[in-house]
């Protein structure tokens, strides 16, 4: 049995659920309001200690950190396999799903957190804020928290998130010359891993494609990744609310498409 706990819009969570959807597989959802901090409750913590989202548990047991979730589940449930039958081409894979954790990640978080978290967490008074902030489990995220809640980020970290999402959608423009998908001619965990964080830089910032000159082959491979049925598990997922349409409008506008 697989049971997934994860959030609406959070990035890491979406990649997990593209995974499970190109696997075809069933599982138990349990959505959490990060908004509302439930990723911080005790029953949940038990499972993943670091107090963030996605966990999936199989057969009882947790598995946590979505790249190695979305790698657990191309081992465990093999079919269809979403790794190339090489090993160079299994290294360009892994050398995406690394990209999506150190940089994709680092892209988006410092807009997304201040889009998403601040509006909330900064009307707290100073109680409500400092009982929310013993609940955080890790130091990093009790400071980056705090930080949201009373300083907000500095338009230096707005300008390095920037620059990483030049640089991702750059690279892979480049990476796209050598075949329809991230690592060559396969499909492959490559590009379920960057998808969510392409997603969130369009949502963001979508003036971003014409700063690395459209980024032509970047286009037509999201246009090939909206087309999968997959897309709609992962970014269109049952219960997601309203805004996500006028966020849907955003994207293809920027893409130069009409919006459904």
């Not at 201040?114 to 489990?137: N, Q, T």
């Amino acid at each position: 049995m697989l049971t997934l706990y994860h959030g609406l819009a959070s990035t890491c969570s979406k990649k997990v659920r593209m995974c499970l959807a190109e696997k075809g597989l069933a599982y138990e959802s349990r959505l959490l309001n990060l908004q509302k901090y439930e990723q911080h409750d005790p029953e949940y913590l038990k499972l993943n200690p670091k107090g963030v989202v996605p966990t999936l548990v199989h057969d009882g047991k947790p598995i946590v950190e979505s790249t190695l979730i979305v790698e657990y589940l191309d081992e465990a449930f093999p079919d269809p396999s979403l790794h190339p039958p090489d090993a160079y081409g299994r290294h360009k894979m892994r050398l995406w799903t690394k990209w999506s954790d150190d940089v994709g990640y680092n892209a988006v978080y410092v807009p997304t957190w201040e889009k998403l978290s601040r509006p909330g967490v900064s009307r707290m008074d100073e109680d409500s804020l400092s009982r929310m902030l013993a609940r955080v489990p890790t130091a990093e995220r009790r400071k980056r928290w705090e930080q949201t809640a009373r300083t907000g980020f500095s338009q230096e970290e707005f300008e390095t998130a920037y620059g990483h999402m030049r640089n991702t959608l750059s690279y892979m423009e480049k990476a796209l010359a050598d075949g329809p998908w991230l690592a060559g001619d396969m499909f492959t965990l490559a590009d379920i891993a960057i998808v969510p964080f392409v997603e969130r830089i369009l949502d963001l910032r979508p003036e971003t494609l014409d700063e690395v000159g459209g980024a032509p082959r970047l286009r037509d491979w999201y246009a090939r990744m909206q087309a999968r049925p997959s897309w709609q598990d992962a970014f269109f997922f049952q219960g997601m609310d309203a805004s996500t349409g006028a966020v849907r409008r955003k994207i293809a506008e920027a893409l130069g498409e009409t919006a459904a």
